[in-house]
């Protein structure tokens, strides 16, 4: 069973030195970056794979891909 994490608020004031806070960082990271890879890109179908994984887990909204195989 995959255990379920939540979003992080960034106002919040707890320690943001956490795994779950880490995973939001990049998860917000990859969603941002992630359209603009070049579809030729060798490690775009691995972040592409990634990213429903970590939404998932996070609790937040998956990516939808344009214009390109996951």
Known sequence: MMA???LVP?????DHNTGE????????M????LPYLPLEDPARPALA????????SLGRSRLA???GDA
Do not use: W
């Open 4 to 6: 379920r994490l939540t």
């Open 10 to 14: 960034t106002s919040c004031t707890a």
């Open 21 to 28: 806070a880490l995973l939001n960082d990049v998860f917000d």
């Open 30 to 33: 990859l969603s941002e970056r």
């Open 49 to 56: 794979a990634l990213c429903p994984m970590l939404a998932q």
């Open 65 to 67: 891909l344009i214009g």
